[in-house]
């Protein structure tokens, strides 16, 4: 069965240092979203993204981060400038196109932790 | 989008049905139900949605009452693998290119031996 996968599954960064999350969402998906869990909290929406544009992004996603497409595979989230407070688990999630949209497949997730 | 109410916990005996219920007296007419659980710090996975029709899929059953403002997500028979959180998320069913699934703090459900 075909599975988000996501890479690295922990990254230690220090706080300042840029951070590239990569996720390889299933291969027949359209949209694609990035969510995160700091521990002990509730699921956060980050970003959606479909046709090689942001469909939406909540207040957590301020100019600090980026997403990407950069080929037909990968789907990247990007930190500029990690701080204390982005310590979390982010999940990659990807979906088939209408109806399927809220039908969301997730990765692993990637432990960020940022010292 | 609807807001949901969950338990924040329950227990189940292996081998028995587990039965956890959701209300969402606010939903509106074209918003679905979808359940989702997460397993111990892993990602979020897909369990069922639906609009006002029970639903069966492999995993669980979806009981919504006729006026709509409360389900069951019913596994039949639990196994120690289903012990995780549990989330009833109301959300539109097409429309806009809005797609955020927004989780509450779910059920957490413990199935013991």
């Known amino acids: 069965e075909p599975e988000v996968t996501q890479t690295p599954s922990h990254q230690v960064t220090q706080m300042g240092q840029e951070v590239i999350l990569r996720c390889v969402p299933i291969?027949?998906?359209?949209?694609f979203y990035w969510y995160r869990q700091i521990l002990g909290q509730k699921v956060e929406f980050l970003v959606s993204f479909y046709n090689n544009e942001i469909s939406e992004k909540s207040e957590i996603f301020d100019d600090q981060f980026s997403v990407e497409r950069p080929d037909g595979s990968n789907f990247t989230l990007k930190i500029r400038s990690t701080k204390l407070e982005d310590s979390a688990m982010y999940f990659c999630a990807s979906s088939r196109d209408s109806p399927f949209m809220y039908e969301q497949y997730f990765g692993p997730g990637t432990r960020l932790t940022v010292t | 989008d609807a807001k949901t109410t969950q338990p924040p916990s329950m227990d189940c005996a292996e081998g028995r049905a587990a039965n956890l219920p959701c209300n969402h007296s606010t939903i509106s007419g074209n918003e679905y139900v979808y359940w989702y659980r997460q397993i111990h710090s892993q990602g979020p996975q897909y369990i069922i949605h639906?609009?006002?029709n029970n639903e069966t899929n492999e995993m669980a059953s979806l009981i919504i009452t006729e006026d709509r403002k409360s389900s069951t997500l019913i596994l039949p028979h639990a196994t120690l693998r289903d012990t995780a959180v549990y989330y009833c998320i109301v959300s539109p069913s097409s429309g806009g290119s809005n797609y955020k699934l927004t989780f509450g703090k779910g059920t957490l459900l413990t199935v013991n031996p």
């Open positions: 639906g609009l006002k």
């Open positions: 291969s027949n998906h359209l949209y």
